[in-house]
């Protein structure tokens, strides 16, 4: 079963944000086990440049542009989202069961 939103958003248990990290927590609600996968954070997934003129004469721009990029945490219609990245970490200690269709921690 290819990863996606819509097989591992019943495992989702809770999200934690901060400066540094995106922890997302996963529950098996088979086995009622439970994993936590960490990301950095990163405002883009891609990557922001800047000239050194835009630094010197728009540095409060220069900050927004990078700080304030939207992030996805969550969305069926993006393939690039966090809750997908941070499942993709711990996915091998899952097992997809074809007759429940759903994932059950190993």
Same mark, same amino acid.
């Given at each position: 079963?290819?990863?996606?939103?819509?097989?591992?958003?019943?495992?989702?248990?809770?999200?934690?944000?901060?400066?540094?990290n995106?922890?997302?927590?996963?529950?098996?609600?088979?086995?009622?086990?439970? %994993?936590?996968?960490?990301?950095?954070?990163?405002p883009?997934?891609?990557?922001?440049?800047f000239?050194?003129?835009?630094?010197?004469?728009?540095?409060?721009?220069s900050?927004?542009?990078?700080?304030?990029?939207?992030? %996805?945490?969550?969305?069926?219609?993006?393939?690039?989202?966090?809750?997908l990245?941070?499942?993709?970490?711990?996915?091998?200690?899952?097992?997809?069961?074809?007759?429940?269709?759903?994932y059950?921690?190993?």
């Amino acid at each position: 079963m290819p990863i996606n939103h819509n097989s591992i958003i019943s495992l989702l248990e809770y999200i934690k944000i901060d400066s540094v990290n995106i922890v997302c927590h996963f529950k098996c609600q088979e086995s009622n086990k439970s %994993i936590v996968s960490s990301l950095p954070f990163e405002p883009f997934s891609g990557k922001i440049e800047f000239t050194w003129q835009e630094i010197i004469f728009h540095p409060i721009e220069s900050y927004n542009r990078y700080y304030h990029t939207p992030i %996805i945490i969550y969305g069926s219609d993006s393939h690039e989202t966090i809750v997908l990245k941070a499942f993709k970490q711990v996915a091998d200690k899952f097992s997809w069961n074809a007759q429940k269709q759903i994932y059950i921690y190993n």
